[in-house]
């Protein structure tokens, strides 16, 4: 079975940088990209890029480029989430989706909280 | 950048009755680019239609997506407990490519 497995709670002060994994298993790596997905306390979702895990080719959200870097690891199956220069408002929960088409994204992972607390 | 507006804010039904969810996109979109997913507190989003009308695997054939161009709709046919949550359309643009979320529907227990 499909299973996205994300990495632990984050607590990071302004200025800083997070890099938030995603463990895929149950299917072939390379087959789908990957969507990341944020959500602010209390708010909707907001789309920040997408990654193909076979090529490495990226698309990111206006808002978040240039502070966003989208990665893949064939080897451990596993996708990543850099975000850096931090601001409060980038405190969510963030979000790896398998994107398997346009506008499909058929399974998330369970969500790892980032705080940006000075 | 196309908007995704989604109406009503908050949704007010008893279970058994039926739940009519509005997706109205700020210019045209394809069906083939519309999806719409469920999101209960402290969960992932969880995807019930894509293609504008198409259920993703699992999902009870009580919901079923329709519309096209501007207009798209969720509909629920009968409702049970665990159908109240929060509801989402999203949409794919390829120029610039990207997606974009409504806002939400809360589907509440009246």
């Known amino acids: 079975q499909v299973q996205l497995v994300q990495s632990g709670t984050e607590v990071k002060k302004p200025g800083a940088s997070v890099k938030v994994s995603c463990k895929a298993s149950?299917?072939?790596?390379?087959?789908?990209?990957f969507s990341w997905v944020r959500q602010a306390p209390g708010q909707g979702l907001e789309w920040m890029g997408w990654?193909?895990?076979?090529?490495?080719?990226?698309d990111y959200a206006q808002k978040v480029q240039g502070r966003v870097t989208l990665t893949t690891d064939t080897s451990t199956s596993t996708a990543y989430m850099e975000l850096r220069s931090l601001r409060f408002d980038d405190t969510a929960v963030y979000y790896c989706?398998?994107?398997?088409?346009?506008?499909?994204?058929?399974?998330w992972g369970q969500g790892t909280l980032v705080t940006v607390s000075s | 950048e196309i908007v995704l507006t989604q109406s009503p804010g908050t949704l007010s039904l008893s279970p058994g009755e039926r739940a009519t969810l509005s997706c109205r996109a700020s210019?045209?979109?394809?069906?083939?680019?519309l999806a719409w997913y469920q999101q209960k507190p402290g969960q992932a989003p969880r995807l019930l239609i894509y293609?504008?009308?198409s259920r993703a695997t699992g999902i009870p054939d009580r919901f079923s997506g329709s519309g096209s161009g501007t207009d798209f709709t969720l509909t629920i046919s009968r409702l049970e407990p665990e159908d109240f949550a929060v509801y989402y359309c999203?949409?794919?643009?390829?120029?610039?490519?990207?997606?974009?979320f409504g806002q939400g529907t809360k589907l509440e227990i009246k």
């Open positions: 210019q045209s979109i394809s069906s083939s680019y």
């Open positions: 149950g299917y072939t790596f390379t087959t789908h990209g």
């Open positions: 999203q949409q794919y643009e390829r120029s610039p490519p990207g997606y974009t």
């Open positions: 989706a398998r994107d398997v088409a346009p506008a499909r994204f058929d399974f």
């Open positions: 990654i193909s895990a076979n090529s490495g080719d990226t």
């Open positions: 293609d504008a009308s």
